[in-house]
């Protein structure tokens, strides 16, 4: 029986977002459903990342005066990864806004949001 | 030096809770504009979450562009489109 931690829950709720997003994307019908089932996927992996930089019993990475760097180094929290999800939070964005014109357009042409429909490839 | 991780768990037992019911419930919705606020309020437990993770930058843009950003672009798509899912 392993103790349960804050990097526990971090890891179950990961898995949680990135099944219920990949299941939403796989077997979802409706495409504005499908661009929030990716914003959850994403938002999975983020916080897989963030969990793997968790150390038990750290502090936050900020050099605070009167703390030795070694002391730093051996309890801050990892922060490569928050690098990474700080980039991939930015990014998601831009992916998310372009998702979405591309399904603006779709409609336009196809007059549904069922992608179904659209693979029918019927044009209105 | 204060000891802040040993009492984060108890965020972390509620923002795991509100994360699993936000996600399942923003696609079970019928109404697209209700989804996208519902993602919205699962992307500020994960803010929370992330801030219990010791990193609270990373929760500070996420509750940012989470909260404000995502569902905006979301609701733009609805209203150009179809605000309910067709049959």
């Known amino acids: ?124 | 030096m204060i000891e802040l991780s040993s009492s984060f768990i108890i965020t972390a037992y509620i923002m795991l809770i509100a994360i699993t019911i936000g996600a399942i419930a923003a696609l079970l919705q019928k109404d697209l504009l209700r989804a996208a606020f519902i993602s919205g309020a699962e992307s500020i437990a994960l803010a929370f979450f992330f801030q219990a993770l010791l990193a609270p930058d990373l929760g500070l843009t996420q509750a940012i562009v989470g909260t404000v950003l995502l569902p905006g672009i979301i609701i733009l798509g609805v209203f150009k489109t179809r605000r309910t899912e067709e049959d």
Do not use: C, H, W
């Open chain 1, 1 to 124: 029986m392993t103790e349960i931690t804050i990097q526990l829950l971090g890891f179950i709720a990961a898995t949680v977002l990135i099944v219920v997003g990949m299941g939403g994307m796989l077997f979802l019908d409706n495409l504005i459903k499908k661009v929030i089932a990716f914003t959850l996927l994403s938002d999975g992996v983020n916080l897989l990342l963030v969990a793997l930089a968790y150390i038990e019993g750290g502090i936050v990475p900020i050099l605070l005066p009167g703390m030795s760097i070694s002391e730093f180094t051996s309890r801050a929290a990892l922060v490569f990864p928050a690098g990474i999800v700080l980039t991939n939070i930015v990014i998601g964005v831009s992916t998310t806004a372009i998702l979405v014109a591309l399904v603006i357009m779709l409609y336009r042409r196809y007059g549904t949001l069922k992608a179904s429909v659209i693979l029918k490839g019927e044009r209105r």
